[in-house]
């Protein structure tokens, strides 16, 4: 398949509402399992990944078409000990979100994020971590992109990239 005409864009304050999106794409469905519902995005530990999105040390990128049609989004956000994320390693290290819409992934569009987000994350944080339930291909993905495993706890992983 020809991959489509994308272009690959910072992230503004004024994105939020595309990353309410974006939190619910970059949640792992098994094959064969379905979809969560959309009301996901509003459990507390979903919702801390966008909520207030903007603020200090909040950086990423979006992937859309030509015209402007959002497929994508890799962000990143710094937790303290008191708000953390599933990926939370210290206060300086940020944590990566990534998704691609379904029906578009598999074409290259996560690599270039990623790619993009990492480059602007060296010179902004020490370390990039995340959070992968074990089993999701994604894992493959990290692994190229230079991320390496902290450690497995009930079948997800903790994985940091030092910059
Ligand atoms: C993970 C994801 C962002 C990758 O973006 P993408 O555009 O599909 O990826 P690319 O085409 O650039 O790279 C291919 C790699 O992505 C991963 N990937 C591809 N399809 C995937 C899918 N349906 N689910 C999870 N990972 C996938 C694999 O690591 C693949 O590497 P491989 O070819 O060696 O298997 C995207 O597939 C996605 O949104 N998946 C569902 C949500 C998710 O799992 N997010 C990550 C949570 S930690």
Redesign the pocket.
Known sequence: MTPPAIRIRRLTQADEPLLWEAVY?????PQGQSPPPKTIIDDPNVARYVNDWGRSGDMGFAAETTVGRPL?ACWLRCWNARDRGYGYVDDQTAEL??????G???????????RAALEEAEQQYPAVS????SI???????D?MGFERLGEQGGTLLMLRKN
Do not use: D, F
Request: net charge positive; aromatic share 8%; hydrophobic share 45%.
């Open positions: 794409h970059a949640i792992y469905v994508g979100s990534l998704a691609v819409w379904p578009h992934r598999a074409q290259g569009i996560g690599t270039r994020l990623i995340l959070s992968v339930t999701n291909p994604a894992v493959r993905l990290y190229r």
